[in-house]
């Protein structure tokens, strides 16, 4: 089980205009721009990116953690949190899951809905930190 959330890229960027209400898909729809839409969301300065956090690495896993109090996944790429530093402690199962999301990341830019659901099977990777992307249909 987990939270079900559909994610279209916005395409706003590559028309040259501003993440505004007017002619932002993520706006519109009520979600954050992610790094992977055309503005790049938090990384490319984009006003409606989502921040990321700053906790210290244990007080990720519980309320007061904007990732976690959003239920999204702390982004390697954009959280301040040490996130990234988990991969050296999680071992070779962590930096396998790691190239497996950076490989696959080419489904989240094509504009199909995306199923997102937390992945909390796995013994051997910490809990609520990555999210696992399948197309609508698969």
Not at 59 to 68: A, I, K, L, T
Not at 85 to 95: H, I, L, N, P, S
Not at 110 to 124: A, G, K, M
Request: charged share 25%; with cysteine; hydrophobic share 25%.
């Amino acid at each position: 089980t987990g939270v079900k959330h559909e994610y279209r890229p916005c395409t706003c960027a590559q028309q040259g205009l501003p993440c505004v209400k007017e002619t932002c898909e993520c706006i519109q729809a009520n979600n954050f721009c992610e790094k992977f839409c055309a503005c790049a969301g938090p990384l490319g300065g984009c006003n409606n990116g989502f921040p990321g956090c700053a906790c210290k690495r244990t007080e990720c896993r519980g309320s007061g953690c904007p990732c976690w109090d959003a239920f999204r996944e702390c982004d390697l790429d954009v959280c301040l949190c040490g996130a990234s530093g988990m991969v050296a402690d999680y071992g070779e199962a962590f930096k396998q899951r790691v190239a497996e999301e950076k490989q696959n990341a080419e489904t989240v830019f094509e504009n199909n809905p995306l199923r997102v659901w937390q992945t909390r099977h796995d013994r051997h990777l910490p809990p609520r930190l990555f999210t696992k992307r399948v197309r609508e249909g698969d």
